[in-house]
């Protein structure tokens, strides 16, 4: 990701330490971002963060305070929880230490030795190829997608206005009168057939719409499963009392 936007100037340097092997950031001015978003301060509420797609907004803050927002808990952190650390001089992602290195010296002699999970390495690689199988998609390749799609779309649209139109033409031409029961049902069958192949459709277009923005504002995984996620169709409801009429009816 291209951080050199935020090169700022006259910040604090940066200084090193070693405490017990592990190497901390002392002295140095950090802003948070997921790409698309950053941190910025309310100027009317201090102490209060908000998201701000305005890169010359985004707060300047120390490695502490950038802890305490992304290992915060409760609702007014947990929007930044996917955020990333960028060195304000550097322009570099700083990942965090682990507090779990101890040093190099004997660490996994005798009774420190560690049992091997084998598992954990498929798990990764299968997330790998997972991952680099979802971009392997480009805008172009996901414009065709769409692009094909929508043509589905028009297509299962054209077919509902088709059996909607016949049978308004068979109660013209039949005094008004419904079909027969069981000519109904066939062409309830067909309508409830059509309306599951364009709601997988519209699903798979809504889909790629979210790809296609997370390729534009470079989103991280984390934030892509997310908006992915966000994106799945949820259960209709009822915009009047015949949807509940119609189910009591069907049991």
Known sequence: MDWCYFCAKNHESIERIDIKGKEVLKMSSFILTDGKYYVMEDQFRPGRYLPTTAPHLAKQFTYKQTQQILQGKGKRYSQFRDYQRVNADTNEVTEDVSSNYVGNGGIYVGDKA?????????????????????????????????????????????????????????????????????????????????????RNVKQCIDYIKVMQEGITYKHNISRLKDDLLKAEHVDYKGRTDLYKAALDILG
Not at 148 to 155: A, K, N, R, Y
Not at 176 to 191: F, R
Request: with cysteine.
């Open 114 to 198: 560690i049992e091997i999970n084998e598992e954990i390495v498929k798990t990764v690689c299968e997330e790998v190829e997972h991952i680099t199988k979802l971009f392997g998609w480009d805008k172009v390749q996901l414009a065709k997608y769409k692009e094909e799609l929508s043509s589905q779309l028009s297509f299962y649209d054209s077919e509902i206005s088709d059996i909607l139109h016949a049978l308004e033409k068979y109660q013209k031409e039949n005094d008004g009168k419904n079909p027969q029961a069981h000519k109904m049902a066939k062409i309830g069958y067909m309508l409830t057939e059509i309306r599951s192949k364009r």
